[in-house]
């Protein structure tokens, strides 16, 4: 990455990536803006357009790669064209959503990705101040889209508007109350959603891969915030969908916020396993349009990329210290209204749960480790203990449009909340997914319910039979058949 690489050895101070709502951020925004716009009157062919950038992430289509060769045939027909080559080896390239991709590379991946995009923008708008903003979605003041991407008719401002943003009626299934959200005319993005729907609860996490039925930073983050917001902001034709998220200007603050997390948790204690990365090469284009290559054992710290933010998150979200031990509690045996059958033990496999736009229920069978836990818990959960609900092996066979709130208990009403769980991250269900990260499903989702069993919200006449209940946040595509392939409780 020549190019790169001498910009960051010239450099005396790291450059610093500012706040979308501050005055510099507003002004790299306006810088932005004027970029996009060139990008996207360049042809396709072209490394630095914008079409060519949003096909890096993904080509618009299904999630598989069988939409590759056809779509660079159509770009590229039977010319020469060198940067023919450069789209085959990078279109497509997400990490991680197909086959044979690493699900612990979707933040190195992602750095690359938005590093190199960023210095694209000062390359094609001659500013090489420019520096990308992040968008603070969990500040509650910055709830809503920044201005700048709501003005359709504003000369300037105009290339970072997109119609594919999420409108429609929300009723609260807890208090029946209706919600107008209209992410284009500046509704908060969770708007009607239950308290810390978007949260930091990654940054908890002590290690950066998944680790005995813990969540690890890297899977946490990947789901929250990373996948409710782009279910929050996008629909199926925008940021809600993988293959057409990176059309949408304000898909890269938010990776730049994301890449913001996961700098908050270095600084807070958080360790990358880089010696593991080093087998992991990807390809992009630089501000020249010219081919780049980066090891992911080598983008672990933003300072040595060159590059600094104005702001982190603070220690309060830092890693804890717990000791992990897995006892697995309740398996999902059958479907709801299906006789339940013995208990099983800790290895044993579990059934699909497919989620739709209505309610659908889960029912659990404990083991007699968890029958015993369930009945002691309520009183005094064990020492150094947390106990979790871990959804495993998450896919989809299309959009599928919203998060989902997760329950336990029978309903919204008489359940307690734990979180909402994405399908954004989730990968397509007709795809091998045993090389993602090493886990069956590569993508899980997990929720500490400990303080929720100690208060006695989730009372033990609830663990007796458990019942994880599910109600989407929004509009859903009952045919994308969203399905969590596992359901288990562990106290770990």
């Not at 509690?329 to 339940?340: C, F, H, I, S, Y």
Request: with cysteine; net charge neutral.
């Amino acid at each position: 990455m020549p190019g790169l690489l001498a910009r960051v050895a010239s450099a005396q101070q790291p450059t610093v990536r500012y706040n979308a709502y501050s005055a510099k951020g507003k002004q790299m925004l306006a810088i932005y803006a004027d970029a996009v716009g060139k990008m996207m009157a360049l042809q396709t062919k072209d490394p630095r357009s914008w079409d060519f950038q949003w096909y890096t992430h993904f080509i618009p289509g299904p999630q598989n790669l069988t939409t590759k060769l056809p779509k660079i045939l159509e770009v590229y027909g039977a010319s020469k064209d060198p940067n023919r080559q450069l789209a085959e080896q990078m279109w497509s390239m997400c990490q991680s959503h197909l086959k044979a991709q690493n699900a612990y590379m979707f933040l190195p991946w992602h750095r690359m990705y938005v590093l190199c995009f960023e210095e694209i923008i000062r390359a094609i708008s001659g500013k090489p101040e420019f520096t990308l903003p992040y968008w603070d979605y969990l500040d509650p003041t910055q709830k809503s889209l920044p201005e700048e991407f709501r003005q359709p008719n504003d000369p300037l401002y105009k290339s970072l508007y997109r119609p594919d943003r999420n409108k429609y009626v929300y009723t609260d299934p807890k208090t029946g109350k209706t919600y107008n959200i209209d992410v284009n005319a500046g509704t908060p993005i969770d708007l009607g959603q239950p308290e810390g729907a978007i949260n930091l609860n990654c940054m908890q996490a002590t290690t950066y891969d998944d680790a005995s039925g813990v969540a690890g930073f890297c899977n946490g983050l990947n789901s929250n915030p990373h996948g409710i917001v782009h279910d929050y902001v996008g629909n199926e034709k925008g940021m809600g969908y993988v293959p057409t998220a990176a059309n949408d200007p304000i898909f890269w603050l938010h990776h730049s916020n994301v890449d913001r997390v996961w700098a908050s948790w270095n600084k807070n204690g958080g360790q990358n396993p880089l010696s593991e990365w080093t087998s992991y090469d990807y390809t992009f284009a630089d501000g020249n349009g010219n081919a780049v290559s980066y090891n992911a054992a080598k983008v672990g710290d933003t300072v040595e990329l060159g590059y600094v933010f104005d702001a982190y998150y603070g220690a309060q979200f830092g890693p804890g210290t717990a000791k992990v031990e897995t006892l697995q509690l309740a398996v999902n045996t059958a479907p709801v209204g299906a006789a339940a059958p013995a208990p099983v033990q800790a290895a044993a496999a579990t059934g699909p749960t497919v989620l739709g736009a209505g309610l659908t229920r889960a029912v659990l069978t404990s083991t007699s480790e968890g029958t015993a836990l369930f009945q002691a818990a309520p009183k005094a959960p064990a020492a150094g203990k947390r106990m979790v609900l871990e959804l495993s092996q998450l896919v989809q066979s299309g959009p599928v449009g919203q998060a989902f709130n997760v329950y336990i208990g029978e309903d919204a009403k008489s359940g307690t909340y734990v979180g909402q769980v994405s399908f954004f991250p989730a990968m397509p269900a007709d795809m091998d997914h045993s090389a993602h990260g090493g886990t069956a499903g590569g993508v899980n989702a997990y929720f500490d319910i400990t303080n929720e069993v100690a208060s006695g919200a989730i009372s033990a006449k609830m663990l007796a039979k458990p019942v994880v209940a599910f109600l989407p946040a929004g509009p859903v595509n009952d045919a994308a058949k969203p399905t969590v392939g596992a359901i288990l409780i562990r106290q770990v």
